[in-house]
């Protein structure tokens, strides 16, 4: 995956295909490869795939904000020159693309969330472990998913990583502050975005109790379920995510 991402001005990013633009979120603790599924799918169906990475752990302290990253992906946007694009976020990922949503409408001709952070205040995951608790961090991991056995040992590696780094951890924890503080319930009703919700039914960090709340509060959202399937569905059941997703955005002639 590394070997393909670009570098231009302060974005780096992965770009694949060409067509309708699909600008990929993803979450604090997801790497870029969560999205192979979606990345080798929808090229063939006449869509550009892009997945900036997130400046999650190199903004300044007081910059660490969903809706710092919010305006970084306008910015993005922008420098690609793209009038409108298909938003696409998982967890963290979603609230970001909820909030750059909001804040920028005529940029954004639809959105897709799945597990998203936005309604739910546990969806960061409320306890941090102590550091150098590896047990602690590889049950942490396999809660996101129904299988278990999707949380390899490079993910787990991966968060281990993350939370062992002092610096990452302060930004993490600050991350997580500044999306319990941006709840979207009162932005929802007056967002007229086309949304698509895809949501693991068996989710325990968001529970599909918040994807009904999604489906609820905004004005133009289809609601979609996979069964077996924890907070991660475009990993865990990329087939059926890209099949749904698809089918959405052939549905909405986007």
């Not at 062992?164 to 302060?170: A, F, I, M």
């Amino acid at each position: 995956m590394k070997n393909h991402l670009k570098q231009e001005g302060k974005f780096t990013y992965l770009e694949e295909g060409e067509g309708t633009p699909i600008v990929i979120l993803h979450g604090l603790m997801g790497g870029l490869s969560n999205f192979d599924g979606v990345v080798n799918f929808f090229p063939s169906k006449g869509y550009k795939v892009l997945i900036p990475e997130l400046p999650l752990y190199s903004m300044s302290l007081l910059k660490t904000s969903v809706a710092t990253f919010a305006k970084y992906l306008k910015e993005f946007i922008e420098f690609k020159g793209f009038e409108e694009v298909i938003l696409l976020g998982n967890s963290l990922g979603g609230h970001i693309a909820l909030v750059a949503t909001k804040l920028y409408p005529s940029l954004i001709k639809g959105l897709v969330i799945t597990g998203s952070s936005g309604l739910y205040e546990n969806a960061m995951g409320e306890s941090y472990p102590r550091r150098g608790d590896y047990e602690f961090i590889r049950k942490k991991a396999q809660n996101v998913f129904y299988d278990p056995e999707v949380a390899t040992k490079e993910i787990v590696d991966e968060v281990y990583e993350t939370v062992s780094d002092r610096n990452k951890l302060v930004k993490t924890l600050a991350i997580a502050k500044s999306a319990i503080r941006h709840n979207m319930a009162k932005d929802l009703p007056k967002m007229l975005t086309p949304t698509c919700i895809i949501w693991g039914k068996n989710d325990n960090v968001t529970p599909p109790e918040v994807a009904e709340d999604f489906d609820r509060l905004l004005p133009d959202s289809d609601l979609y379920w996979i069964d077996k399937c924890g907070h991660a569905a475009m990993m865990e059941h990329p087939e059926e995510f890209n099949a749904l997703l698809h089918a959405w955005l052939e549905k909405r002639q986007f």
